[in-house]
């Protein structure tokens, strides 16, 4: 009889504390990562305590992946001191990842990429806005939902061209005059950021 | 094997992605026209006083500050 009340409890706790392992149908698509033989066995050596969770089992389900491909990407692109665009719906952006310029659009397999400083541009109709990034990361999620962070995003009407080339011609002399890896490097950072402003502003 | 990764040479001498980062924001906004240039550098300034703490009393905190003295 005391063996019977222990399962039962046992059973009571379980399902009452792991209301995250049971209530888990409305994650619509998390598969199951509750290893059935791993609780098994962990009920013959322990009944009396529940198996521990992992990680997943405190997850909120994750968005839901239209089973067709949305005709529109939402942007959302932010900036450490502003909102550029919240859940804006375009046809397309090209954004400058260090692997070059990506095209993103609706169905975007999902990706995470590292931008370099360049032009992103946001393509909506007929209507193209262009932004120069100094850098940061692009989020591409598989629910055509695009999240673009950078530091510094400007209209390139924004940018002094005289500037850029005395900035350029500053950044190779010192990268010559270079001594310590950092100073090289600082120097090269130089060089290719006001390269790409050049490029931008004339491309 | 690998041993050394393909690492960005800003990595390999030693700096940090956020560092670099910085950086490159930096130099966009020493290259901006003037208005825009001004607004934006004002968006660089830190103030920030950090004291440290010893047997449960702070100590003399340091001030950091691009604000001018008043």
Redesign the interface.
């Known amino acids: 009889m005391f063996k019977q009340a222990s399962r039962l409890l046992s059973r009571s706790v379980a399902a009452a504390s792991s209301k995250s392992v049971t209530t888990r149908a409305f994650s619509s698509e998390v598969p199951s990562t509750i290893d059935s033989t791993f609780v098994e066995s962990w009920k013959k050596v322990a009944p009396n305590m529940d198996p521990p969770q992992t990680p997943s089992a405190f997850m909120k389900p994750r968005p839901s992946t239209p089973s067709s491909i949305p005709t529109k990407l939402t942007v959302n692109f932010v900036l450490p001191?502003a909102s550029e665009l919240t859940g804006k719906e375009v046809d397309m952006v090209i954004i400058p990842a260090t692997t070059g310029q990506m095209g993103v659009l609706p169905g975007h397999v999902p990706t995470i990429a590292e931008l370099k400083?360049g032009i992103m541009s946001v393509h909506e109709g007929t209507d193209v806005k262009k932004y120069?990034l100094?850098?940061?990361f692009a989020l591409l999620h598989a629910n055509s939902v695009a999240d673009i962070i950078a530091?510094?995003a400007?209209p390139l009407e924004?940018?002094?061209p005289s500037?850029?080339q005395k900035?350029l011609a500053e950044f190779q002399q010192k990268l010559t005059s270079a001594t310590t890896?950092?100073e090289?490097?600082?120097a090269?950072?130089?060089v290719e950021?006001?390269s790409a402003?050049n490029a931008a502003l004339s491309g | 094997m690998a041993l050394t990764a393909a690492v960005p040479?800003?990595r390999?001498?030693?700096?940090t992605y956020i560092t670099?980062?910085?950086?490159?924001?930096n130099?966009?906004?020493?290259?901006?026209?003037?208005p825009?240039?001004a607004e934006?550098l004002a968006?660089e300034k830190v103030h920030f006083s950090l004291s440290k703490w010893a047997d449960g009393k702070a100590q003399k905190p340091v001030l950091r500050s691009d604000a001018p003295e008043v």
């Open positions: 001191y400083p120069f100094s850098s940061g530091i510094e400007v924004h940018i002094d500037q850029v900035g890896d950092l090289k490097a600082e090269q950072i130089g950021v006001h402003i | 040479f800003w390999a001498a030693g700096m670099y980062s910085n950086i490159c924001a130099l966009v906004r020493n290259c901006l026209k003037e825009h240039r934006s968006r």
